[in-house]
């Protein structure tokens, strides 16, 4: 069993950044893909960002590509969004998810695959 807590949510103006933290706890000894993920208000949660266990293989969003950056700290068992060039269309809860894997150089952006979620922190990008 993982648990995943975000944090780093918050009220930005329009251009501005954030950086989001997903720290995990409990079974943390094998691999797991990280994924974030988002919903805004009246639409279904989206795919953001994922990264391998590795942090050798990263994969975007086209909406977020060039903008959002993933990483991960396995030491620290945290996983970061680095969120840059904020637009108020970014307005949405954010999630991070867990996905167990054999592979140390795989990533997923299916919802589907994530066994572990967190509860989600706000961002909000003000115009």
């Known amino acids: 069993q993982v648990q995943l807590v975000e944090s780093g949510g918050g009220l930005v103006q329009a251009g501005g950044s954030l950086r989001l933290s997903c720290a995990a706890s409990?079974?943390?000894?094998?691999?797991?893909?990280m994924g974030w993920f988002r919903q805004a208000p009246g639409k279904e949660r989206e795919f953001v960002a994922t990264?391998?266990?590795?942090?050798?293989?990263?994969y975007y969003a086209d909406s977020i590509k060039g903008r959002f950056t993933i990483s991960r700290d396995n030491a620290k068992n945290t996983v970061y969004l680095q969120m840059n060039s904020l637009k108020p269309e970014d307005t949405a809860v954010y999630y991070c998810?867990?996905?167990?894997?054999?592979?140390?150089?795989?990533?997923?952006?299916?919802?589907?695959?994530?066994?572990?979620w967190g509860q989600g922190t706000q961002v909000t990008v003000s115009s």
């Open positions: 990264i391998s266990w590795s942090g050798g293989r990263t």
């Open positions: 409990g079974r943390t000894s094998i691999y797991y893909v």
């Open positions: 998810a867990a996905d167990r894997t054999a592979y140390s150089d795989s990533y997923s952006y299916t919802q589907n695959d994530y066994d572990y």
